[in-house]
């Protein structure tokens, strides 16, 4: 984990923004498609307000790995958690949300990231290193693009430091950057899965 002063000025080391992240300030990080804010799940409140953001558009629970989501999904049945887990596993790290049901104590998260509909959570696994070692160290963030509510996805970390200046932005250093495309969101529902948006994952019928 690098300790030392980020070659980007204004911008922060994965140690500091891990620290800031850990006390509940609102980050933003390179990720495989755009760059994220993120902030602790419970403080999903400060994300919205920064954003302008519309409660009736849920954030996205990013985490370091499958295993992340048991505590707060609810498969009925081992036939369809295995359908989840398949999907998981051909697309995850990448560019894919799943929306997936939650139960009892899903629902107490839902209702901080997703508080107009909190019996599902959007949860993804992102293809990109520096963002795996920031959330192995945080644990799951509650994140969104990087912008203000409406306008076009920030992708310069400098130009994300300047439109929020209470966050903390982690420094890419060397890191490929994203496509730039969002990632694409499927839902599973009763009759399998359904694409709400189209991103840069193409899921087969």
Do not use: Y
Not at 16 to 37: E, K
Not at 104 to 118: D, S, W
Not at 139 to 168: C, H, K, M, Y
Request: overall charge neutral.
């Amino acid at each position: 984990m690098p300790l030392e002063t980020p070659p980007n000025p204004g911008l922060a080391t994965l140690t500091a923004t891990i620290a800031a992240a850990q006390t509940g300030q609102v980050i933003s990080f390179p990720t495989d498609t755009v760059p994220a804010l993120g902030v602790q799940p419970e403080q999903s409140a400060q994300v919205f307000a920064l954003k302008g953001r519309s409660l009736a558009k849920p954030l996205i629970l990013m985490v370091s790995r499958l295993g992340d989501i048991l505590p707060w999904v609810d498969a009925p049945d081992r036939p369809t958690w295995d359908q989840w887990q398949q999907m998981a596993d051909r697309h995850w790290p990448g560019a894919l949300t799943l929306v997936l049901p939650v139960g009892a104590k899903g629902q107490a998260l839902a209702q901080c990231l997703n508080p107009q509909t909190p019996t599902t959570l959007g949860f993804r696994v992102p293809n990109h290193a520096l963002a795996l070692d920031l959330l192995q160290a945080t644990g799951p963030l509650a994140t969104t693009s990087a912008n203000r509510s409406g306008e076009p996805a920030l992708e310069d970390p400098r130009a994300i430091a300047q439109a929020f200046p209470t966050v903390t932005v982690l420094d890419p250093g060397p890191s490929p950057p994203g496509s730039g495309l969002p990632s694409t969101v499927a839902q599973w529902t009763p009759s399998g899965w359904q694409v709400l948006r189209q991103g840069s994952v193409t899921l087969s019928p």
